[in-house]
């Protein structure tokens, strides 16, 4: 903004430093004593030029004037080419003037100036109303002190011979607009917004017909020449425009209002898919720019109508590419907005009934189906997941038939399909734990990995394996998890030899005695039996009436004694019909007793000789026995075969995951997998809350606010006991799939992890060993040559402190390679990585001389040198660290041909990794810089973001700019990050990386608009976490953060994520301390994601103080209305309250 200086300097200079308008001759004769590069009049010295420069400058236009007095003006004046009109800056008024005599004294006033060239102005306070404003100075109502308005430079008369340049003034006392614009002409919407603006004011720039002007690098050629006395920044090829271009830029200059932008577009849209009908990303850009129009109509109707232009556009699309997966899930989605819930349900029947092999659609269609309160039942969304699993794995029957059954290796497109099965699956497990059905979930997994993992050898047809596998499930042998399971194949093989062998004995025993009669006395027995309740009925059948009274007389003392035992208890039953409980902590206590069952039942009961039906069982067995059996008749509908060993790979790991048990990344963060595991997350991981947890610690150490941690928000997972459990249940897991998945170091490092989990839990005193030390012997005795198992027992150790111990392991492995075989030893480099990278983690200081730098480095050097390993005994010489950097360099240019052609592994990311921290340690920071950058490039973009190993690579680098963050400036450290979110953008090691470090260097309001900018590229939960988490640790406004959360939760693809709703909640209780608002929040949770038992506990256990205790009966009510699994009966409560 300018303000005009109270005082002149006498004989005034029309040269500032840097001109907005052409200079006049007497103040070019001033500098053109100076050089020919600096004969511009931006350059002088004169100091007087500086400071005359805002008193020189041209006043502004009078917008009370009339457009047509304008433009007349425009045109009278249209000889002076390329000079700006000078105006006088208006005063601001004391008062209002409506008279008429008045406004006409000003407006001669105001020409007199206007044919003067002198001017003179009072000090005031002036406002100018910018054509092109900021969002921001629009939303906060002044500029922001870091930035720089964005106003530019408007010349938009040179196209119709007039050079002048309007600005525009606006007052804040006062209107100035009120002569010219009738507010009551423009739309309802324009005039409502009064929050900032003036109304009128706000109701012109809001208008539709409202012309904007728009520049463009194609219309540099309009703009005033008064550009020609500026030195370019950056000066490029003059590029000829044609007659036509040159037009449109006059339009542009001239200015288009939003309705002959919406003709425009509609035009350009029109004839792209004219031209190119089966361009898909033409049509769903014509798709979403009908949203764009929608936003901006006031009316219902007319959205409608719009609404209906953009299903027509799509149906178009699809009718012209009905092979389009894209195209079919945005039609589908538009009639979401408009077909109700059982139109829009049969619409996705008939689609999934023509495409029944596409998982995006099926993935899509059970989320509506899940998102759906009306109609939402368990067992409705059960059996549409068991309608997608048989068809998807009928698409992979029918692949494998096309193909030779025992072809090696496996095709590529059946892969994919099979992970795309497993992951089905993995999600219909998550939907019955978070429904409750805990012990299902857990049923379906241990079924699968038994059916597709440890299935017996044989040839088998489908529906014959089914039978076989039933008489497994229906029998009491241990399955995967459990205490002495050894997996069914082995089971089959067992049970036979028993038979065998009881066969065996029966031919003995006849031999030798001359057989058995029991079987013919047992008939008769029977036969008695059925005779004598034959005879039993027909006596029924004469007395039925005296028989029903003196069952009426037995069956009615019982009842009147659990009644008065009722009344003793204080239990009034006839109460309870209408008003069951009338006291909230009741239901507080029954919401603490269903979350400690919920904890502890998560295992299927197991009986001996268990029964193969439900009516069998009769009355032996209770009501809580009876809903944690799972039956063969509850898992037989979701069974399938995988082929593949990445398929059966994928299941043990996400089943490992499920659980909870730490796993090394095995899978891109861009994959089905992770997505689907990110939006479904009812509890932060232990990964990602120990994420969080270093982006509040980097946050409290800088800023002295009080800020929350968001991972405290919810609590933990689980108890101490359930944990203990769990981690006994997956040790036993991960071991007998070791039997299939030999030598796996990812599933070996899984079961050290969980083993220390169970030892910890169960032993309150510590212990001087490592937990998983015993069992890690026991494996390494099984199988000696495991070299990856000695580098992942030596990691544990090193992390359990005992440095001394874990380097001994290492150095056993290393020096044992030689004598391997050739395909063990090309495992080398992940120990070889793994021993430096503990060296590193155990150094205690930055320098470079200390001795585990200086072990770090004679690690590196054999593994670069290709010599045999010597254990640790001095200081690497220079010429072994020459022959090491020689022999990376060999290796890398091996890597990188093979990289080229898109094969990457562990063990050539591992060797990448290794000569990167060499550099590093050896060279600096720069070498290692380069060595990385230079791999990456080797690799397309496209299989960078899918392959794990080089996103593994990615963080790894992305670690060591932080370590040395200091030292280096803000754009080499940001370039990677940059570069890494483009790439990774659903990563979390990133978005910490990035706070940590952007908190140091950057301004808060830069960070946010980052993350604003990263929300709307890349709608995810990793992302509006950390910026949920950023705002928490620094203390951020209630308004902040609420914003967050609810643009968060607007977007159609979050909406149903039971984390951010829980995360809301908790929010509003402990935070911002507003139990209303969440109770409202609650509601609207609940009508999002009513599959969500733990979302509807939440009200029990945090809003007790704002919900009465029949809202809460209701609510219980409904849970069992959409047949949530209830463990608690209230009267049970109310009798231990008794």
Known sequence: MWKTPEKGDGEQNTTGLFPLFPTQANSVSAISSAPQWLRNASFTTDLSVIDAAPSTAPSLPDVEASEEEEEGDAYRNNTEANQPRVYDLIEEEEGSESDDDDKAKKKKKKKRKRDSDEYYTKPAKDYYLDTRPDPDNLAYGSIYRMNVPRYKLDNSQRG?????????????????????????????????????????????????????????????????????????????????????????????????????EVLNKTREFNRQTRERPHDEKAWLAFADFQDKVSSMQSQKGVRLQTLEKKISILEKAFELNPDSEELLLALLKAYRSRDSADVLISRWEKALMQNSSSYKLWREFLRVVQGEFSRFKVSEVRKMYSYAIQALFSACSKRHRQMDATSEPVDSALIQQELVLVDMLVSLCRFEWQAGYRELATALFQAEMEYSIFSPSLLLSEQSKLRLFEHFWSSNGARVGEEGAFGWSLWLEKEEEQRQKMLKEESSDDNDVGGWTGWTEQLSDRKEDSSIASANTGEGDVN?????????????????????????????????????????????????????????????????????????????????????????????????????????????????????ANISPWTSSNSLWWIEKINSLETLSDSMLENLRNVHECLSKSDSANGFSLGSLLGSNSDISMRTEMMKFLRNAILLCLNVFPRNYILEEAVLVAEELFVTNMKTCEVATTPCQALAKRLLKSDRQDLLLCGVYAQREAASGNMKHARRIFDMALTSICGLPKELQDNSPLLYLWYAESEVANSSGSSLETESSSRAMHILCYLGSGLAY???????????????????????KKIQSLWSHGVTDDQSAALVCSAAVFEELTNDLSGAVEILEHMFSSVLPGRRSQSHQLEILFNYYVRMLQRHQDDLTLSKLWNPISEGMQLYPLSPELYQALIDICNHRMTSHRLRMMFDDYSRKTPSVVVWLFALSYELSRGGSLHRIRGLFERALAQDTLNSSVILWRCYIAYEIDIAHNPSAARRIYFRAINACPWSKKLWLDGFGKLSTVLTAKEMSDLQEVMRDKELNIRTDIYEILLLQG
């Open 870 to 892: 010597v254990p640790y005994s001095s200081q690497p010489s220079s010429m072994q660290i020459l022959r090491a950097r020689q022999g990376f360099r060999e290796k890398l």
């Open 544 to 660: 039925r009436e005296g028989l029903d009274e003196e069952m009426e007389d037995e069956n009615g003392m019982p009842e009147d004694d659990t009644e008065a035992m009722l009344k003793l208890l204080g239990i009034d039953v006839d109460a309870a019909a209408s008003d069951e409980i009338k006291d909230t902590s009741t239901w507080v206590k029954w919401f603490e007793e269903e979350v400690s069952r919920d904890q502890n039942q998560w295992m299927p009961t197991r009986k001996a000789g268990e029964l193969s039906s439900v009516d069998e069982m009769g009355e032996r067995e209770d009501e809580e026995q009876l809903s944690s059996l799972v039956l063969y008749e509850d898992i037989n509908g979701y069974l399938f075969s995988l082929r593949s060993n990445e398929a059966r790979l994928s299941l043990v790991y996400q089943f490992v995951d499920f659980f909870g």
């Open 160 to 260: 119709f011979e007039s050079g002048s340049t309007k600005l525009y003034l606006r007052n804040r006392r006062g209107s100035m607009l009120e002569a010219e614009i009738d507010v009551n002409s423009l739309d309802g919407k324009a005039k409502s917004d009064n929050r900032y603006w003036y109304a009128k004011n706000a109701a012109m720039e809001r208008n539709k017909n409202f012309r904007r002007i728009r520049l463009s690098a194609s219309s540099r050629e309009a703009v005033d020449s008064c550009f020609d006395h500026f030195i370019p920044l950056e000066e490029g090829e003059a590029v000829q425009e044609s007659e036509e271009e040159d037009v449109e830029s006059k339009e542009s200059v001239v200015g288009t209002s939003w309705e002959d």
